[in-house]
């Protein structure tokens, strides 16, 4: 079964700084799609980033970016420039048959003035 | 285009009762999911669907149903409400592999 593990319960930065939230899965696919989605306060799911498995380069969004490790089975999410607004529980998800996504446990991201 | 919209918002139940959760999507997207988001975890899939008339049943499928009668619906249906049922519910839907996520409706059941 396909998990996904989010070790920092908790990160804060401040304001302009670069910050990376980690994120580790388990599968034996080869074909497979993670993403980082973003939930602020309002409890809304907003889609940050996503990397196809097949993809070597890592794909950026504008001051977001990921470190994809594909043998290490890693997936971490770099914010630079960080903004008041980037202040979120951070989800990592995999994709996994049928497109059905397998959730982190999220980390609370607090940036500070 | 309004995305997915989910109702009501927020519903306190009684243990026992039985309640339906509206989603809608007006995408015209093939595939909808159910997700439920306890507090302080990660979302899990409840049940989700490829298309009018066809459901499946996710990671915790347990105590609900669901039914898929038009492209557009999807809603879920809770039997005998349980006190372990007090969530957050996210009614999603794709056509790719991009989810659009509704706003949620807060349920809890006392």
């Known amino acids: 079964a396909q998990t996904v593990t989010q070790s920092q319960p908790e990160m804060s930065v401040q304001e302009a700084e670069t910050v990376t939230l980690s994120c580790t899965y388990d599968?034996?696919?080869?074909?497979?799609?993670l993403f980082w989605y973003k939930q602020p306060p309002s409890r809304q799911m907003i889609l940050v980033i996503r990397?196809?498995?097949?993809?070597?380069q890592n794909a950026t969004e504008n001051r977001f970016s990921v470190n994809f490790q594909k043998a290490a089975k890693s997936f971490s999410l770099k914010i630079s420039d960080s903004q008041l607004g980037d202040t979120a529980m951070y989800f990592c998800?995999?994709?996994?048959?049928?497109?059905?996504?397998?959730f982190g446990a999220g980390t609370i991201l607090r940036v500070k003035s | 285009n309004a995305g997915v919209t989910q109702t009501p918002k927020f519903r306190i139940l009684k243990i026992g009762q039985s309640m339906t959760l509206q989603c809608t999507q007006d995408?015209?997207?093939?595939?909808m999911y159910w997700y439920r988001q306890d507090p302080g975890m990660g979302l899990k899939l409840i049940y989700y669907?490829?298309?009018?008339?066809?459901?499946d049943k996710g990671e915790v499928p347990n105590g609900y149903n669901v039914s898929r009668s038009t492209t557009e619906d999807f809603p879920l249906r809770l039997e005998l409400a349980a006190p372990s049922q007090t969530s957050v519910y996210f009614c999603?839907?794709?056509?790719?592999?991009?989810?659009?996520f509704g706003p949620g409706t807060r349920l809890t059941v006392t």
């Open positions: 669907s490829v298309g009018a008339g066809i459901t």
């Open positions: 599968t034996s696919e080869n074909n497979y799609y």
């Open positions: 990397q196809e498995a097949y993809k070597q």
């Open positions: 995408m015209n997207h093939n595939y």
């Open positions: 998800a995999f994709m996994k048959d049928g497109n059905k996504l397998v």
């Open positions: 999603a839907s794709s056509y790719s592999k991009e989810q659009y």
